[in-house]
């Protein structure tokens, strides 16, 4: 059989806090390989999409499937065992650790050594902790922060911080990398080599869910955007489809 | 006899004994920030069934040393069972209550461990068996026994292991993530849940050893003995800074030293009005100090750091 081009399908997924539906009736699909991005004022919903795609929140309506496998109401952790990442908008890295283990962290969920095999230093964990720091390794040098490896993850600066938060997504293996606003706070010239790098983790097969402010990477960048508003979608297409309907304009680009 | 080198000798010993009872409150505080004030009864929990299984093989024939090892060796499991049971039955339900729920409950858990013990083993005073030979080694002037060679010896390689498993595997990663941040590290596939059973039995595993080395060096076990121990041990995890693992290991080194000290020369001066029986005073003394000066601990961070 055929894979099918869609890899995530969002369906009527509602979220309600306390009377405000922070989402309604919200249905998307990612295909693979694509670079999507989610659009929209403040408070339109799209952290809490993400949150609820990463499991941190369940949705009170709707379902959502990856590779056709029903996920609507999975713990974060089986989330990621599944193939969704994510980053955040507030940075949030283990500020504690040194940039390599932050990476090293990601791995988890996809290697399983325990206690005992820990303490008895079996052949079998020795391996996997090379692996791990291995690839950890690996994925420093392919985000360009291989020199910083054994720096306090909170003593890189904020642009690496954020090439941290990817890697360390990375590391989990994701099908599809969800990213919350990575390019707010950044320069133009780091904002560039972001967006080399979405570019370069796209060919590499990994299909890319971006929430963004920076409109001029927008639409430079995806294939596709939704635009939400109030918790709604009300727009969906490729960007100069998208940029030239009058409600997306009314509601978030404020142009004429 | 050297005084001086004799409390130092008996301090670092009563330390290590300290330092590995303090790694299990730090431990738990460090991913979950709760005062686990039910961890000396494991230890005293660790000393009885110690106590008992060298009872039962006192006159087996079997050498000493062997007799202690197979002691410890079931009293590590038992211990890590209870461990998980007081974890998995009294703080997993209150995850997310408010901070004083789960540490009056830790309270309570105490309480009941105090009671089942007295229920399983009375409320005398056991007497352990004299299984190890009481040899004692010529150091400068003041001597050193088998015994306390042998709990200074096993605390350092505990405590050696528990650095190596926290610092350089992928568990260990897995824990300071947890403590760190546990949202996040649910993200990256860890199951935090495992995470702190894990914390515990760790700790419980630390507390039986540490309860061995108690009974074995003073010769008795009681079923309240873990209440004092407790406290203690919290202190010097305090001093070195709660939450913090190396802090916690020369929290109870210090502390041990002070305590012997003191016993040793506070009867000189006073002139005998205070013995060494004012002993205790010193550790709850440093708790005060520390809590005044420096709340945060010798090692600690900064305050605020957890969310």
């Known amino acids: 059989m055929m894979q099918d081009a869609k890899l995530l399908e969002v369906q009527n997924i509602g979220k309600t806090f306390g009377g405000l539906a922070a989402l309604s009736g919200v249905s998307l699909s990612i295909n693979r390989g694509e670079i999507y991005a989610l659009i929209g004022p403040n408070g339109a919903g799209k952290t809490t999409l993400f949150n609820v795609l990463t499991g941190i929140y369940k949705p009170d309506s709707g379902n959502f499937r990856l590779e056709g496998v029903e996920m609507a109401g999975k713990k974060p952790s089986e989330m990621a065992k599944s193939g969704i990442a994510r980053t955040f908008q507030n940075i949030r890295l283990f500020s504690n650790m040194s940039v390599i283990e932050n990476v090293m962290v990601g791995r988890h969920c996809r290697t399983r050594g325990g206690v005992l095999g820990a303490i008895l230093g079996s052949s079998r964990t020795r391996a996997e902790e090379k692996s791990i720091s291995e690839k950890a390794r690996h994925l420093l040098d392919y985000v360009g922060l291989a020199r910083h490896a054994h720096m306090l993850a909170r003593n890189l600066s904020y642009g690496d911080q954020r090439r941290l938060e990817i890697a360390r997504a990375l590391a989990t293996e994701p099908k599809l990398l969800a990213l919350d606003e990575p390019a707010a706070g950044m320069n133009p010239l780091e904002t560039d080599s972001l967006k080399s790098l979405l570019e370069t983790i796209r060919r590499d097969g990994i299909t890319l869910l971006l929430i963004e402010h920076d409109v001029k990477l927008v639409m430079g960048i995806c294939d596709r955007l939704a635009v939400l508003n109030f918790g709604k979608k009300i727009a969906e297409g490729e960007p100069s489809q998208v940029g030239s309907n009058p409600l997306v304009i009314e509601a978030y680009l404020g142009v004429s | ?307």
């Open chain 2, 1 to 307: 006899m050297d005084t001086f080198l004799q409390q130092l000798i008996n301090g670092i010993v009563l330390g290590s004994i300290y330092s590995l009872v303090a790694l299990g409150y730090t431990l738990v505080y460090g991913i979950m920030g709760l005062i686990n004030f039910a961890h000396g009864d494991i230890v005293m929990v660790g000393a009885m069934v110690t106590l008992t299984v060298t009872r039962l093989l006192a006159n087996s024939g079997l050498p000493g040393p062997l007799i202690l090892g197979i002691g410890v060796l079931t009293a590590i499991p038992a211990c890590m069972a209870v461990g998980y049971l007081v974890e998995r039955i009294a703080y997993r339900p209150l995850r997310n209550a408010p901070r004083l729920a789960p540490l009056i409950t830790a309270i309570g858990v105490s309480i009941l461990l105090q009671n089942l013990a007295m229920m399983l083993w009375g409320r005398e005073y056991l007497s352990f068996p004299q299984i190890l030979p009481a040899q004692t080694m010529a150091v400068g002037g003041a001597s050193i026994s088998t015994i306390q060679l042998v709990i200074v010896a096993s605390s350092c390689i505990m405590m050696a292991g528990l650095s190596w498993l926290i610092r350089k595997t992928r568990l260990g990663n897995a824990m300071r993530a947890t403590a760190q941040n546990p949202e996040v590290a649910t993200l990256m596939g860890v199951n935090v849940n495992t995470i702190i059973s894990i914390t515990f039995v760790l700790g419980s595993a630390l507390a039986a050893t540490a309860g061995m080395m108690v009974s074995a060096y003073y010769g008795i076990a009681h079923y309240d003995m873990g209440f004092i121990l407790g406290l203690k041990a919290f202190t010097a995890a305090v001093l070195g800074g709660i939450g913090n693992i190396e802090g916690a290991m020369l929290g109870g080194l210090l502390l041990g030293v002070i305590e012997s000290m003191g016993a040793g020369y506070l009867g000189t001066l006073t002139g005998g009005i205070m013995g060494s029986n004012y002993q205790d005073v010193f550790a709850f003394f440093v708790l005060i100090l520390v809590l005044v000066f420096r709340p945060s601990g010798l090692l600690g961070e900064r305050v605020g750091e957890r969310p």
